[in-house]
T-cell receptor, first 110, second 117 residues
Framework: GNSVTQMEGPVTLSEEAFLTINCTYT??????LFWYVQYPGEGLQLLLK?????DKGSNKGFEATYRKETTSFHLEKGSVQVSDSAVYFC?????????FGTGTRLLVSP | KAGVTQTPRYLIKTRGQQVTLSCSPISGHRSVSWYQQTPGQGLQFLFE???????NKGNFPGRFSGRQFSNSRSEMNVSTLELGDSALYLCASSLVNARVTNTGELFFGEGSRLTVL
């Protein structure tokens, strides 16, 4: 079945550092890919998405490119802020339900 | 536009009891999905409803059930609670039509945190 694998956290960075959170997937067909973010005490919010190979999703300075050849959808940001501290979930949507990775906690210190 | 509203936000139950959680989707959203979030298992899909019909179901025992009303509001029920049912239960709504299960663009509520003692 469809599955998503994310890097283990927590990822600890200083403010203005470069961020990469790795995500790889296993799926049949051509899934859509997503990054969701969960801030403390809140539900998940859609951060960005890509629906086909080579698409780049972007939002709030975050980017991820749908790489079919490496089955990856890594999340990047050039300069993180303390307010980016949250849990980030990679997800894929095949024919039916949305499947989430286990989440990666990001901690950004001043 | 109001977001997804879940009630109650927090509740404590004891083993063997049952619980009902409620979810009001964003106005105009007809699809409602439920997820269980735990530190060990992450986000696990429970079920999805569209126009009062369950369209998808995850791998949970029959103690977990749900329903959707004509106004798209949804409830989920867990009977005979076990300690392992302690979790954050998240509801999400989606703007879809009858032909598309969902687009993957879900709008989540803040969740109902259930503690089973």
């Amino acid at each position: 079945g469809n599955s998503v694998t994310q890097m283990e956290g927590p990822v600890t960075l200083s403010e203005e550092a470069f961020l990469t959170i790795n995500c790889t997937y296993t799926a049949t067909g051509y899934p859509s890919l997503f990054w969701y973010v969960q801030y403390p005490g809140e539900g998940l919010q859609l951060l960005l998405k890509a629906t086909k190979a080579d698409d780049k999703g972007s939002n709030k300075g975050f980017e991820a490119t749908y790489r079919k050849e490496t089955t990856s959808f890594h999340l990047e940001k050039g300069s993180v802020q303390v307010s980016d501290s949250a849990v980030y979930f990679c997800a894929l949507k095949g024919f039916q339900k949305l499947v989430f990775g286990t989440g990666t906690r990001l901690l950004v210190s001043p | 536009k109001a977001g997804v509203t879940q009630t109650p936000r927090y509740l404590i139950k004891t083993r063997g009891q049952q619980v009902t959680l409620s979810c009001s989707p964003i106005s105009g959203h007809r699809s409602v999905s439920w997820y269980q979030q735990t530190p060990g298992q992450g986000l696990q899909f429970l079920f999805e409803y569209f126009s009062e019909t369950q369209r998808n179901k995850g791998n949970f025992p029959g103690r977990f059930s749900g329903r959707q009303f004509s106004n798209s509001r949804s409830e989920m029920n867990v009977s005979t609670l076990e300690l392992g049912d302690s979790a954050l239960y998240l509801c999400a709504s989606s703007l879809v039509n009858a032909r598309v299960t969902n687009t993957g663009e879900l709008f989540f509520g803040e969740g109902s945190r259930l503690t089973v003692l």
